[in-house]
Nanobody
Framework: QVQLVESGGGLVQPGGSLRLSCAAS????????MGWYRQAPGKQRELVAT????????NYADSVKGRFTISRDNAKNTVYLQMNSLKPEDTATYYC??????????????WGQGTQVTVSS
């Protein structure tokens, strides 16, 4: 069984920064796409950013472009989200997602438990 453990959330003032981490543990062959999603109260879960296995292809929601940076360390099976210039509208529970590859033909999608980010003065 694969587990995704997130950390780094918290309370920050507008304009501040936070860095989220998500580490995958368990037995698997490799990790394909990793990403971050968020869900604010009363809203649907939305994509924040994704990163391909090689770390060279990334995708961001328009609302975070230029402020957030996604990266990964494949040796540590970890994905990061550096969040700068945070705004109150970034307040949400942030979820890590990983596309785990067990064999050449078998993959499965996993979610973390979520970490709360609150941007408020």
């Amino acid at each position: 069984q694969v587990q995704l453990v997130e950390s780094g959330g918290g309370l920050v003032q507008p304009g501040g920064s936070l860095r989220l981490s998500c580490a995958a543990s368990g037995r698997f062959f490799s990790i394909d796409t990793m990403g971050w999603y968020r869900q604010a109260p009363g809203k649907q879960r939305e994509l924040v950013a994704t990163i391909m296995s090689g770390g060279d292809i990334t995708n961001y929601a328009d609302s975070v472009k230029g402020r957030f940076t996604i990266s990964r360390d494949n040796a540590k099976n970890t994905v990061y989200l550096q969040m700068n210039s945070l705004k109150p509208e970034d307040t949400a529970t942030y979820y890590c997602n990983a596309d785990i590859r067990y064999t050449r033909f078998f993959r499965r999608d996993y979610w973390g438990q979520g970490t709360q980010v609150t941007v408020s003065s």
